[in-house]
């Protein structure tokens, strides 16, 4: 799956997610704007494992990890937030990164390579 259709995933999960939020009337613009943020951000992030993604030519993690293992699996998705909440990154930046990642992931199972959601032990 393309780098384009993981990006309108994301934005549109993100957006979705502060249409929610307007409803429920939490969080202010800012934060609306960093979650929909990082859910672009997010939804681009598993494939830095492949040398020709948009993510992977800015964080060239393909030099470490095989494409669709650590980075397309659950255990990639909560690290990020673990990392995000460590480094007190921003809540909402930080939701928006993880959900990103997951929808990322969503949209990568239901292609034939598919992923293991639970790499490296399933
Ligand atoms: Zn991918």
Known sequence: MDGKTHLVAGVLAGIGIVALENKLGIGNNLDKVLLVAGCGLGSLLPDADHPEAPAGRILPLWIFFKH???????FFMLLVGLLG????????LTAGLVLGIFTHLLLDCTTPMGIRWFYPFI
């Open 68 to 74: 669709r293992t650590y980075t397309h699996s659950l």
């Open 85 to 92: 909440l460590i480094f007190h990154i921003n809540i909402w």
